[in-house]
């Protein structure tokens, strides 16, 4: 795995005979491995780095980029280009991601919609560099992307706030590994605090927050660091409706006011409607593009938008498209327990 001979630890701790680090490429992101160095077995998704109390190893390659996407103004800062990536599993190769292409302009925010299983995350972790062995390139502003980089921030539905960590602690954290003066890191870290409505909150530990403001966290965190790219991967998902609904604005306006380029994997179709100026919708299994739908909405956009006829044809087009793709999954779940079934 890259991670194990592109991260420096800073940071490990023991337990048992096992050693367990965090690796946290610059973001929100908080992946643990377990075992000896050597033979560490994959990074798996933490549940956050709840009891264990560690590290970050960043890849060299990290660097804060001030000037994030004001280049580039017409071409795009995104080519995934003819991407194949096939998973080696007891039942044989399993294809995640077949032939999939996508071009993404500056400052474009593409929602990602597909079926359970259909390779939403395995895309995002190509482009972020957490999953290598595939077929095809994946170029950020004009440069072959391997490996984690900088230039993506990734945020997951998963906590990544460090509980022994304050607020603007958390924010700044990727700052100090990128080795900013502490004035400009904290003047930096406010900033993103303030943006996502945090403010008052600066000195609070995750744990005296709710599971929305800690998510808003990791999004302050993320943003601070100035990636070219944001990809979120269902960051709402383990969130009440409520809450979603009021970070589903608050995306809104920071995207208003950033014109950050940002993917969103979700599986709301009216969050995808309100918050993209195209979503792409993936095929089950081998997951494919099947369309990618441009939203000619007008901006900014309102919850009242929501309610108009027009949004609601996007709406059905959507979970048509969708609900052929849901369907056929589940009619292979249906073949699997059946087939699963006889073998008893
Ligand atoms: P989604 O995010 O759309 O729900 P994923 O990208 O997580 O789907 O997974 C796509 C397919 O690849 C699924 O069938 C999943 O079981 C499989 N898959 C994902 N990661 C791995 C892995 N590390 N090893 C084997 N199979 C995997
Ligand atoms: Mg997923």
Redesign the pocket.
Known sequence: MQHAHSARWIDETSRGSDTICVVLPLDGMCYTRIGQTSGMT?PRKSDGPRGIAMAAAIAPSVRVDAGAAKAEATSAILVVDDVVKR???PEGF?T?LDHVSLSVAPGEFVGVI??????????F?VIGGLLDGYEGTVQVAGERMRGPHAAIGMIFQEESTFPWRTVVDNVAFPLEIAGLPKRERYERAQHFVRLVGLDGFERRYPAELSGGMRQRVSMARTLAAQPKILLM?EPFAALDEQTRLLLGDKVLQIQQQLKQTTLL?THNITEAVQLSDRILV?TY?P?RVKRIVDIKLPRPRSSEIVSSEAFGRYVAQIWSDLREEASRGLTDEEARTLREGEDR
């Not at 597909?114 to 895309?123: A, E, Q, R, V």
């Open positions: 994959a998973f080696d599993t399993l995640a597909g079926p359970s299983g259909c390779g939403k995350s395995t895309l972790n991967d994997i993936m299994r997951g």
